[in-house]
Every structure is written in C-alpha cells, then in structure tokens.
Nanobody, 115 residues
Framework: QVQLVESGGGSVQAGGSLRLSCAAHKSIFSIFAMGWYRQAPGKQRELVAVVASDDTTNYADSVKGRFTISRDNAKNTVYLQMNSLKPEDTAVYYC?????????WGQGTQVTVSS
C-alpha cells in the first residue's frame, strides 16, 4: 500500500507559476513510475506528466515547454513545476504511482488559473 499526499495547489493568474508536490509514504526507489494527472469539470482525467524510475519523462503536448516533472528519491517526493499557466490548466491535479500493475492515487489538489 502506498499513500500519496499532494500539496501546492492554489489560485494564480494566467502567466503565473505553481509547484505541486507529492510525498509518498514509501520509498519511491521501487516505484516504476510516478506522475501527475488532471481532471477539469466535465472532462476525463488526463495524463499531464510522468517520470519513470530511470528518470525518463513524458509530457502531454499541451504542457510541453511549460511544466517540468522531477523526483527526489531521498525525500520520496515527486514535483511538478508549472510555469506560464493558462486558464485551461485549471483542474484538480492528482498524483499517481504505478507499482507493477497496481495504481495508486492521491486525493487531488485544485489548481485554478484566472485570466
């Protein structure tokens, strides 16, 4: 069992920045991949960014060049640095961990970007 606790959400104006953090209550050395998903009202949950255990990263096209995902294994934490935020980035952001075939989710943190 892996507990994921997100923090760092909030409200910001367009063009601003936020950094999300996801603390795993387990060593993330053994976690195959960790990432961030988001879900806007009336829309399906979508992948934002993922980082694998070998530090390979992948991003949704809509956030490439603006968002950066990173992991700190010593702190068992994954970060999502979000720059140049747009109103369409408004959503609940969820931390995700994939261990083998098991999926774990955080409780979600709201990000609101006003124009």
């Amino acid at each position: 069992q892996v507990q994921l606790v997100e923090s760092g959400g909030g409200s910001v104006q367009a063009g601003g920045s936020l950094r999300l953090s996801c603390a795993a209550h387990k060593s993330i050395f053994s976690i195959f991949a960790m990432g961030w998903y988001r879900q806007a009202p009336g829309k399906q949950r979508e992948l934002v960014a993922v980082v694998a255990s070998d530090d390979t990263t992948n991003y949704a096209d809509s956030v490439k060049g603006r968002f950066t995902i990173s992991r700190d294994n010593a702190k068992n934490t994954v970060y999502l640095q979000m720059n140049s935020l747009k109103p369409e980035d408004t959503a609940v952001y969820y931390c995700h961990a994939l261990i083998g075939t098991l999926n774990y989710w955080g409780q979600g943190t709201q990000v609101t970007v006003s124009s």
